[in-house]
Structures are given as C-alpha cells and as structure tokens.
C-alpha cells in the first residue's frame, strides 16, 4: 500500500490550498481516509475522515473551512482548505483505514503546509 501527498506550499493568511493524497495497492473503496497534521512541537492531530459511504467528520478547528473529499474511481483523497490561519501550519499526511478496523493502518509521508501572517 502506498499513500503520496501532494499539493503543499506556502501561502499567506486567508489564502487556500488543496491536498490530494494518491493511494494504491488496496481496495480504496473500502477504507476510510482520514488527514492529519502535526506541528512542530506538537502531537499529531485529527484533522478530517471520509467514510466509503460518504459520511464525513471534521475537527472542530477546520470546520466551515476545510472540506474533504474523495474519488473512488482515482483512488484519491481531497483536502481543500480555505481561510489558512497560521496555526494551520504543518505537515499534513493522509492516512487509511480499513472499513472494520478501529485505527489507521497506512500513512503517507506528508507535505508541508506553512501560512504566513
């Protein structure tokens, strides 16, 4: 299984980005995509889930401005993240979870996103 990023950058406040995460190797229908993000100096945190159904869940921090999506048909996952806030900064990865599994069990490696004020 892999899981490669892409789409970071460096952008100023109030600015967007969108993150693509390419998967292969698995049934990609049936897993869960999440995104997460880490800081520097900081744990890893949730960010964004899309179900294979659909069903979608946010952190509260990004809701109104980040919107996950997917593709099945490309095996990819979306991150589109609008109204950046410099405490967005952070290397953001993509991860899978196995529709009856209780944890993430790939990850992508990660890209960076810095927001500038």
């Known amino acids: 299984v892999q899981l490669v990023e892409s789409g970071g950058g460096s952008v100023q406040a109030g600015g967007s980005l969108r993150l693509s995460c390419a998967a292969s190797?698995?049934?990609?229908?049936?897993?869960?995509m999440g995104w997460f993000r880490q800081a520097p100096g900081k744990e890893r945190e949730f960010v964004a889930a899309?179900?294979?159904?659909?069903?979608?869940d946010y952190t509260d921090s990004v809701k109104g401005r980040f919107t996950i999506s997917r593709d099945n048909a490309k095996n990819a996952v979306y991150l589109q993240m609008n109204s950046l806030k410099p405490e967005d900064t952070a290397v953001y990865c993509c991860?899978?979870?196995?529709?009856?599994?209780?944890?993430?069990?790939?990850w992508g490696q990660g890209t960076q996103v810095t927001v500038s004020s």
């Open positions: 991860a899978a979870s196995y529709v009856t599994s209780a944890s993430y069990n790939y």
């Open positions: 190797g698995l049934t990609f229908s049936r897993y869960r």
């Open positions: 899309i179900f294979g159904t659909g069903d979608i």
